[in-house]
């Protein structure tokens, strides 16, 4: 039994193939990723090694996705009910400061065992 869509095993298995060849250092071409599906065994809609390949054939950009982390949350901006003209809207991002937490010295002279005697 298969919990994976046919769409979701398509895209897993042509984003696989993209990954060997970036991995061997080759152009990710359409005919490079069919050429891998093949060999795997595993058939995918003709969409698919087109549309990874156009994508992912510019230079820098598998590693620019594997990099980029993932989603970050932005400022929230300003914004004006008056027209929309551009010197009105002034927008401030206000970065928090992390303060480090200074270490206490809570006293005491107590080893692991409770003592506070050098043995």
Same mark, same amino acid.
């Given at each position: 039994?298969? *919990?994976?869509?046919? @769409? /979701?095993?398509? &895209?897993?298995?042509?984003?696989?193939?993209?990954?060997?060849?970036?991995?061997? &250092?080759? +152009?990710?071409?359409? @005919?490079?990723? *069919? *050429?891998?599906? /093949?060999?795997? =065994?595993? +058939?995918?809609?003709? $969409?698919?090694?087109?549309?990874?390949?156009?994508?992912?054939?510019?230079?820098?950009?598998?590693?620019?996705?594997?990099? %980029?982390?993932?989603?970050?949350?932005? !400022?929230?901006?300003?914004? %004006? %009910?008056? =027209? =929309?003209?551009? !010197?009105?809207?002034?927008?401030?991002? +206000?970065?928090? #400061? #992390?303060?480090?937490?200074?270490?206490?010295?809570? !006293? !005491?002279?107590?080893?692991?065992? =409770?003592?506070? &005697?050098? $043995?």
């Amino acid at each position: 039994m298969s *919990t994976i869509t046919k @769409e /979701q095993h398509d &895209e897993l298995c042509v984003a696989y193939a993209s990954m060997i060849l970036f991995d061997g &250092e080759h +152009e990710i071409t359409s @005919e490079a990723i *069919t *050429t891998i599906l /093949q060999a795997s =065994g595993n +058939e995918v809609e003709p $969409y698919w090694p087109s549309l990874f390949s156009s994508l992912l054939s510019k230079e820098g950009k598998v590693l620019e996705l594997i990099s %980029s982390g993932g989603p970050t949350s932005g !400022g929230a901006i300003a914004s %004006s %009910s008056n =027209g =929309g003209t551009s !010197g009105d809207v002034v927008t401030k991002v +206000e970065e928090k #400061v #992390v303060e480090e937490e200074e270490e206490v010295d809570m !006293g !005491g002279g107590m080893d692991m065992f =409770g003592g506070d &005697e050098d $043995y």
